[in-house]
């Protein structure tokens, strides 16, 4: 079974520090993803990464950067967190190589307040 | 307009019943399809797959793509209350990138 990790299940940071977010996957997996989870609102993409070294913005990414030094972790990282980036975030990784299934993870709930 | 259309729900339902979740979606390019099942406080797990038009069965669940239409079902039989759950809708193209409904609430009532 495909297993996708997350650093922290709940998390609770002031405005303005900076905030990482860890996402580790256990299959050898080319693409991984990062996603915000609002009510209404649906999963929305931040960034992605084909490989290790790559990343392309999604449809969200202000606010964000990401890295990926390891083909087997991705990390999302805020720059300075506001009160409008409280979401749920998902990581989910996928083959590639013309898979398009994704596998999340369990997710991390933060806060800013 | 919304790429993918998904009724929020919330969607009740008694034990044993047949429940039929849709998503619509505008962008004729989808040709893969999948449904998600995301129980409270937990990532989306993968439920099925289904590349391009037809029919898919898994079970109690069946998955059912009509391009034409640009519309998609997941069918449950025999519900249970551990199908207690929100649904999501899920497409890509060419680009290779997931589009996601936002999710229809089910609860399955013992």
């Known amino acids: 079974d495909v297993k996708v990790t997350q650093s922290s299940r709940y998390l609770v940071k002031r405005t303005g520090e900076k905030v990482f977010l860890e996402c580790v996957q256990d299959?050898?997996?080319?693409?991984m993803f990062w996603y915000r989870q609002d009510p209404g609102l649906g999963l929305r993409l931040i960034y992605f990464s084909y490989d290790v070294k790559m990343k392309e913005k999604g449809d969200i990414p202000e606010g964000y950067s990401v890295s990926r030094e390891k083909k087997e972790r991705f990390s999302l990282i805020l720059e300075s967190a506001s009160t409008n980036q409280t979401s749920m975030y998902l990581c989910?990784?996928?083959?590639?190589?013309?898979?398009?299934?994704?596998?999340f993870g369990p997710g991390t709930r933060l806060t800013v307040t | 307009q919304k790429e993918v259309e998904q009724d929020p729900g919330p969607l009740s339902v008694p034990e044993g019943a047949i429940v039929s979740l849709n998503c619509t979606y505008s962008n004729s390019a989808f040709q893969y399809f999948m449904w998600y099942r995301q129980y409270s406080r937990k990532g989306p797990e993968l439920l099925m797959y289904t590349y391009s038009s037809g029919n898919k069965e898994d079970g109690r669940f069946t998955a059912q793509v009509d391009k034409s239409s640009k519309y998609i079902s997941l069918f449950i039989r025999d519900s249970q209350p551990s199908d207690s759950a929100t649904y999501l809708c899920a497409m890509g193209g060419s680009a290779r990138q997931l589009t996601f409904g936002s999710g229809t609430q089910l609860t399955v009532l013992p």
């Open positions: 299959m050898d997996h080319e693409n």
């Open positions: 989910a990784s996928r083959q590639g190589r013309g898979l398009y299934e994704q596998y």
